[in-house]
């Protein structure tokens, strides 16, 4: 069974400081993606990682894909509360089904 | 940007009642999913469905049904409500041509509370 762990769960900062997010497996996926949920909604795509070793940037956040592809990270620069929500990785699984395996999920939240 | 929509938003409704939760998406997406998600939590598949007439279940074993007669609709129907299907359902489609690794997209969810 494929399963993914997120950590820290829970993560509450200061706006302006740096943080990381670290979403790990046993398993090789082919793809993971990190998504954001804010409370009500629904998760939204942030990125997709697909290359061992890939580094991708959005603004203030940097993505990361391990060389073996077990494992990705996520670190935000200089956080804002806009940031604060529920990031949760989620890893490609068997074959090209679309179906994703989540992980557990990082609460962060920002304070001003 | 995705359209994808869900009904109702809110639910709450008592012990023994059928419900339908409404999904409903534009973009013409072959793959459509729920999930079922507590506060906070990780998302747990339940459906999913590759096309038309195509539905499986999925990794959480759930009592609820699901169908797919129309490429756009995935309805999901709970025969009988039980407090413990009290939580927050979220449909989602994806399609090879949304991105390299069939990226999902998002309905904003249904919060079921069962009394």
């Known amino acids: 069974t494929q399963l993914l762990e997120q950590s820290p769960q829970f993560l509450s900062i200061q706006e302006g400081e740096n943080l990381t997010v670290y979403c790990n497996s046993s398993?090789?996926?082919?793809?993971l993606q990190w998504y954001r949920q804010e409370p009500g909604e629904g998760p939204v795509l942030l990125v997709t990682v697909v290359t061992g070793g890939e580094v991708k940037k959005l603004k203030r956040l940097t993505f990361q894909f391990g060389d073996a592809r077990k494992d990705s990270s996520l670190h935000i620069t200089a956080a804002q509360p806009g940031d604060t929500g529920l990031y949760l990785c989620?890893?490609?699984?068997?074959?090209?089904?679309?179906?994703?395996?989540f992980g557990q999920g990082t609460t962060l939240q920002v304070k001003p | 940007e995705a359209d994808i929509y869900q009904t109702p938003r809110y639910l709450v409704i008592g012990t023994g009642k059928k419900i339908t939760l409404e999904c409903s998406q534009t973009?013409?997406?072959?793959?459509m999913y729920w999930y079922q998600q507590d506060p906070g939590m990780e998302l747990h598949l339940i459906h999913y469905s590759y096309g038309v007439n195509s539905t499986e279940k999925g990794d959480l074993s759930s009592e609820s049904t699901v169908s797919r007669i129309r490429t756009e609709h995935f309805p999901l129907t709970l025969e009988s409500a039980r407090p413990s299907h009290t939580s927050q359902y979220l449909c989602?489609?994806?399609?090879?041509?949304?991105?390299?690794?069939?990226?999902?997209?998002f309905g904003p969810g249904t919060r079921l509370t069962v009394t």
């Open positions: 989620a890893g490609d699984g068997s074959g090209n089904t679309g179906k994703l395996i």
């Open positions: 398993s090789v996926f082919s793809s």
């Open positions: 973009m013409g997406h072959d793959k």
């Open positions: 989602a489609s994806s399609s090879p041509r949304t991105g390299p690794k069939d990226e999902q997209y």
